[in-house]
């Protein structure tokens, strides 16, 4: 069967096409797995505030990097309820999608730590592959109708830049459907997990849209990340460490705008259409970093240890450390209108404000064992990358 624009992707019986845009009728039952998490809480309050006639349900097993705490004050919590699942238990999906007759899906849910994934990738492959295969069985189930999978609902899934590999610094962004290259077990289970969709499509005809970002910051962030492990680190006059020589490029996009480009996909999006989501700009993480010392020094200028950047510790590079990502959005631009609203500066500055007013979400995070257990692993031990092998204080 061709696989062209406006053929069909799946067996005769399914009514969706591919290429066809899916008005969202009427009130939306919207299932968020990983809502409890950096970019999922961000998104049901996004969501929330955005149309009146949706009803949110967040299932999200609550790992170390999920908190019910991410979900306080919603816009409107009369709308919202949260069950906590694992998204590779069936039997609890299939309830969940049926007891909320749930009709679109935004798949957030994910083991998401590159770090993580290299110290122990057996929960990247059960969450992020099997996982996501549970939804997409529990979907078809739930879906199929008279005349095959209704039309009328929508998988959507979440997926990263990392699965296309590192880039040389003269090679132009990556468009929608270049080859994948993971080159970490966290990008090679997303990247699985993207087959696995759209094979969804493909055979079953599942009304699927996908999309890549870049990476993501913003409030509710685990400290475990570049940017909130510099602004906690740093606020706290600990050391901030730098990876290899700090000249990784990465594109950075405010996750409010990762949030908005999510809901223009699932409002406007072509089915079985993969769109690219980045910020357009392409600093090294050093950059990142001197960005968010000159932040801190502004906002604590009589610190003991400004300036903050006498913090910065070069610690040995990650494993494989991919060099540089870089997406081409042409398509969500041209067809959705989408744009960032955040330039890189304000947005960081914005973070840096919301992280300084948030200490009580903050501590409850340092506090837990697993936590200072993973800091601990990830930093303790770790030379300053001439392999002399000597310690450096851990943040
Ligand atoms: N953070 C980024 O920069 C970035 C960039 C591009 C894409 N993404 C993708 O976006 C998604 C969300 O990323 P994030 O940064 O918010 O991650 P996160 O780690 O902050 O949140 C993940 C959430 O998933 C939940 N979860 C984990 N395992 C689960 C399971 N088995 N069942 C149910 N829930 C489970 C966790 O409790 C947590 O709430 C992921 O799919 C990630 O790959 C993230």
Same mark, same amino acid.
């Given at each position: 069967?061709?696989?062209g ?44 505030a ?48 049926a ?17 993580r ?31 095959? =999978? ?40 997303k ?20 999309s ?13 990340? =570049? ?36 809901l ?21 993480? =050093? ?8 932040? =801190? ?78 800091i ?11 392999g ?8």
């Amino acid at each position: 069967m061709s696989r062209g624009d406006g053929e069909a992707i799946g067996p005769d019986s399914v009514g969706v096409r591919r290429g066809q845009a899916l008005s969202w009728p009427g009130v939306q039952h919207v299932l968020v797995t990983g809502g409890a998490g950096f970019i999922g809480s961000n998104f049901v309050r996004h969501l929330l505030a955005a149309r009146a006639d949706v009803r949110v349900i967040t299932y999200d097993l609550l790992t170390y990097a999920g908190s019910r705490e991410n979900l306080r004050d919603l816009p409107a919590p009369g709308r919202h309820l949260f069950v906590q699942g694992d998204v590779c238990d069936r039997a609890a999906v299939d309830r969940v999608l049926a007891e909320h007759a749930i009709d679109t899906i935004v798949h957030l849910a994910a083991e998401s730590h590159v770090d993580r994934s290299i110290v122990a990738p057996d929960a990247f492959i059960r969450t992020n592959v099997t996982g996501t295969f549970t939804l997409l069985e529990a979907a078809r189930a739930a879906w199929r109708g008279p005349a095959g =999978l209704r039309p009328d609902v929508r998988f959507h899934h979440v997926s990263t830049d990392e699965v296309y590999g590192a880039l040389a610094p003269d090679d132009p962004p990556v468009a929608e459907g270049a080859a994948y290259a993971p080159r970490s077990p966290y990008a090679a289970s997303k990247a699985a997990s993207d087959h696995l969709v759209r094979a969804y499509a493909t055979t079953y005809g599942l009304p699927v849209t996908v999309s890549s970002c870049s990476n993501n910051y913003g409030p509710y962030q685990f400290p475990e990340k =570049l940017v909130p492990l510099v602004i906690v680190s740093g606020a706290l006059g600990k050391p901030l460490p730098v990876y290899g020589d700090g000249r990784q490029i990465r594109d950075w996009l405010h996750v409010e705008d990762h949030c908005a480009a999510i809901l223009a996909i699932l409002e406007r999006g072509r089915v079985g259409e993969t769109y690219h989501v980045g910020g357009g700009n392409q600093p090294t993480n =050093l950059e990142v970093v001197e960005a968010l010392c000159a932040l =801190l020094d502004a906002r604590y200028p009589a610190a003991a240890h400004a300036p903050h950047r006498s913090l910065i510790t070069f610690v040995a590079d990650r494993p494989g450390h991919d060099r540089r990502y870089d997406l081409d959005c042409t398509r969500i631009q041209a067809e959705l209108g989408w744009r960032p609203r955040h330039g890189l500066a304000d947005g960081l500055a914005a973070t840096v404000a919301w992280y300084a007013s948030s200490g009580a979400w903050l501590a409850a995070i340092r506090d837990s064992d697993d936590y200072r257990r993973w800091i601990a692993l990830n930093y303790d031990g770790r030379d300053d990358g001439r392999g002399d092998g000597r310690p450096r204080e851990a943040p």
